[in-house]
T-cell receptor, first 114, second 114 residues
Framework: ETGVTQTPRHLVMGMTNKKSLKCEQHLGHNAMYWYKQSAKKPLELMFVYSLEERVENNSVPSRFSPECPNSSHLFLHLHTLQPEDSALYLC?????????????FGPGTRLTVL | QKEVEQNSGPLSVPEGAIASLNCTYSDRGSQSFFWYRQYSGKSPELIMSIYSNGDKEDGRFTAQLNKASQYVSLLIRDSQPSDSATYLCAVNTHASGGSYIPTFGRGTSLIVHP
């Protein structure tokens, strides 16, 4: 067990739905990340929060909206998604500065957009 | 766009052989380098981190870093079938605003056959 949990583990949603992914870390870290992993593509960094402030947005479409209320929790709010958004969404945490320390990944949420 | 390049493979080696995985990166300012292993259907987990030029050994694994050549490699000695997985190279790279973010390569698929 890595100390990073994600819920739900699987999610099927229609293009008009609104849903949220949740990530929680119990490691005392102060940087958190959202990644998208699609088949045959590199792990794509979507958002980085360091000390609860967003560091990187990486040109992610506005239909993805992150929220980091404290250093232990991270959310990804989803609305009006497209079928090409179907992927594995991974959350990770680390010490700061982002990228400079080992990241610990959650088990991921497998998202299917119909 | 800062890049991290890996040969996607698959790299196939017999059991007991040495597997050599390679990674090049474009950001000369990168300071932190990581190798993660990802089994099919699982999330990435850290194998090795390296921050200084030279070799770093941990059991059957050796990471090698050459900052002048912008090259980092992972050697796996006495390869076992259980080492069969995708190996991801991650490098901290400069982002806009001067901060660092992690950038992952596409990953190399390793197959160790009995």
């Amino acid at each position: 067990e890595t100390g990073v949990t994600q819920t739900p583990r699987h999610l099927v949603m229609g293009m008009t739905n609104k849903k949220s992914l949740k990530c929680e870390q119990h490691l005392g870290h102060n940087a958190m990340y959202w990644y998208k992993q699609s088949a045959k593509k590199p792990l794509e960094l979507m958002f980085v929060y360091s000390l609860e402030e967003r560091v990187e947005n990486n040109s992610v479409p506005s239909r993805f909206s992150p929220e980091c209320p404290n250093s232990s929790h991270l959310f990804l709010h989803l609305h009006t998604l497209q079928p090409e958004d179907s992927a594995l969404y991974l959350c990770a945490s680390s010490q700061t500065p982002p990228g400079g320390h080992t990241q610990y990944f959650g088990p991921g949420t497998r998202l299917t957009v119909l | 766009q800062k890049e991290v390049e890996q040969n996607s493979g698959p790299l196939s080696v017999p059991e007991g052989a040495i597997a050599s995985l390679n990674c090049t990166y474009s950001d000369r300012g990168s300071q932190s380098f990581f190798w993660y292993r990802q089994y099919s259907g699982k999330s990435p987990e850290l194998i090795m981190s390296i921050y200084s030029n030279g070799d770093k050994e941990d059991g059957r694994f050796t990471a090698q870093l050459n900052k002048a050549s912008q090259y980092v490699s992972l050697l796996i000695r006495d390869s076992q079938p259980s080492d069969s997985a995708t190996y991801l190279c991650a490098v901290n790279t400069h982002a806009s605003g001067g901060s660092y973010i992690p950038t992952f390569g596409r990953g190399t698929s390793l197959i160790v056959h009995p």
